[in-house]
């Protein structure tokens, strides 16, 4: 999986099949995640190691895994996400949530998680990264095909 991210605050943590999202405030919870997500861990390991030392101090975050056609997604705070599959549109929201919103879908296609306000950089641009595995620094994570681009439209002859 490749994603694309946009810079902000917030910790992701990208592995081969898994993304978690942890806010600014979660530095310390970061490390361990990696090293899970890194070597492999699937959606309850990595919850566990998430929520294991109490989910009373961990204000937000996000889960994404996709294990085959499967995509379970756990969701807390700010965070909200969008997941197309062939048949809908479906957005989860973790602020109305007090522990977590969960949810697992099938045949998805795109996902993009926000946790933050994307801002310009000096350049004007948001900026973006390209990752397939790594540690970064988002506002938001976006992952799957391309929208077609849309087709120009046709001229009106009687349009001068």
């Given at each position: 999986?490749?994603?694309?991210?946009?810079?902000?605050?917030?910790f992701a943590?990208?592995?081969?099949?898994?993304?978690?999202?942890?806010?600014?405030?979660?530095?310390?919870?970061?490390?361990?995640?990696?090293?899970?997500?890194?070597?492999?861990?699937?959606?309850?390991?990595?919850?566990?190691?998430?929520?294991?030392?109490?989910l009373?101090?961990?204000?937000?975050?996000?889960?994404?895994?996709?294990?085959?056609?499967?995509?379970r997604?756990?969701?807390?705070?700010?965070?909200?996400?969008?997941?197309?599959?062939?048949?809908?549109?479906?957005?989860?929201?973790g602020?109305?949530?007090?522990?977590?919103?969960?949810?697992?879908?099938?045949?998805?296609?795109?996902?993009?998680?926000?946790?933050?306000?994307?801002?310009?950089?000096?350049?004007?641009?948001?900026?973006?990264?390209?990752?397939?595995?790594?540690?970064?620094?988002?506002?938001?994570?976006?992952?799957?095909?391309?929208?077609?681009?849309?087709?120009?439209?046709?001229a009106?002859?009687?349009?001068?």
């Open positions: 999986m490749t994603w694309t991210c946009r810079a902000g605050d917030w943590v990208l592995g081969e099949h898994t993304l978690v999202v942890l806010p600014p405030s979660e530095k310390a919870r970061v490390a361990p995640v990696w090293s899970l997500v890194d070597d492999g861990a699937g959606f309850d390991e990595t919850l566990d190691a998430l929520i294991s030392s109490g009373r101090d961990l204000p937000g975050f996000v889960l994404v895994c996709q294990e085959g056609d499967e995509t997604v756990v969701l807390r705070g700010e965070a909200h996400a969008h997941f197309e599959t062939p048949d809908e549109l479906v957005r989860v929201d602020e109305a949530a007090t522990t977590w919103v969960e949810r697992t879908l099938h045949g998805v296609t795109r996902i993009r998680v926000q946790v933050a306000e994307e801002t310009a950089a000096d350049g004007g641009g948001v900026e973006e990264l390209r990752v397939a595995a790594g540690l970064v620094r988002v506002a938001s994570a976006a992952w799957g095909e391309a929208a077609e681009p849309a087709a120009p439209a046709a009106d002859p009687a349009d001068p």
